[in-house]
């Protein structure tokens, strides 16, 4: 499959942990976005990445959020001190470098925090 | 910020019907794009518009962008099941690089 892929698909977790999400953009494409998604609502940006630089950082995000992409490929998504609010379907998303170039999605981490 | 809205939130069809969505924008966007997601799914891009008043199809799938670059609708005649899910448009600013989601259509079918 040469997709975008995500790992884990399902994680649950209690409120207080760490968790980190991983992403694998399609191989050539430069661009990686990380979308959150609540029922009910489209994808919300959080973050994006031109290569392995982090170019633009939602305001919506909290401190307790960071993400990487150390060498221009997969990337990471980490919560901090998860709280119940975080529970969502956490998206990545990657595409080519340009104004009018498609976003190909991965298939979601739901995160639940219980 | 930009903000992209849609109209109606939920759209219950008649099988064979047609329908319309509607997706407007806060600010001119350079391109608009319109997704699918099936339930459970992930959204999969079906279709870009770039150009002032353009005017795609697809199938059944009618997409157009409107003369202002502010707003966007996609029209599906004679629906069919397949067709049930959660239609996005997303749109980019002038300047920046991220989309822009509205918070979708979803479509259920009658059969």
């Known amino acids: 499959d040469t997709g975008v892929s995500q790992d884990p698909r399902h994680k649950i977790t209690k409120r207080g942990q760490n968790v980190t999400f991983r992403c694998d953009p399609i191989?050539?494409?430069?661009?990686l976005y990380w979308y959150r998604q609540t029922l009910g609502q489209g994808p919300e940006f959080l973050t994006y990445?031109?290569?392995?630089?982090?170019?633009?950082k939602s305001r919506l995000l909290s401190n307790r959020f960071s993400a990487e992409r150390p060498k221009g490929s997969f990337s990471t998504l980490e919560i901090q001190r998860t709280e119940q609010g975080d529970s969502a379907m956490y998206l990545c998303?990657?595409?080519?470098?340009?104004?009018?170039?498609?976003?190909?999605f991965g298939q979601g981490t739901r995160l639940t925090v219980v | 910020g930009q903000q992209v809205m849609q109209i109606p939130q939920y759209q219950h069809v008649q099988e064979g019907e047609d329908f319309t969505t509607y997706c407007n924008s806060s600010?001119?966007?350079?391109?608009i794009q319109w997704y699918k997601q099936r339930p459970g799914g992930h959204p999969v891009f079906l279709i870009q518009?770039?150009?002032?008043?353009e005017v795609k199809k697809q199938k059944r799938l009618t997409f157009q962008f409107g003369e202002a670059k502010k707003n966007s609708s996609l029209h599906i005649t004679a629906t069919q099941t397949t067709d049930v899910g959660t239609y996005f448009c997303?749109?980019?600013?002038?300047?920046?690089?991220?989309?822009?989601f509205g918070a979708g259509t979803t479509v259920t079918v009658r059969a």
């Open positions: 998303a990657s595409s080519f470098r340009g104004e009018n170039t498609e976003a190909f």
């Open positions: 997303a749109g980019r600013d002038n300047n920046d690089y991220k989309l822009s």
């Open positions: 990445f031109q290569n392995e630089a982090q170019l633009e």
């Open positions: 191989s050539e494409h430069n661009r």
């Open positions: 600010t001119t966007l350079s391109n």
């Open positions: 518009l770039v150009k002032s008043g």
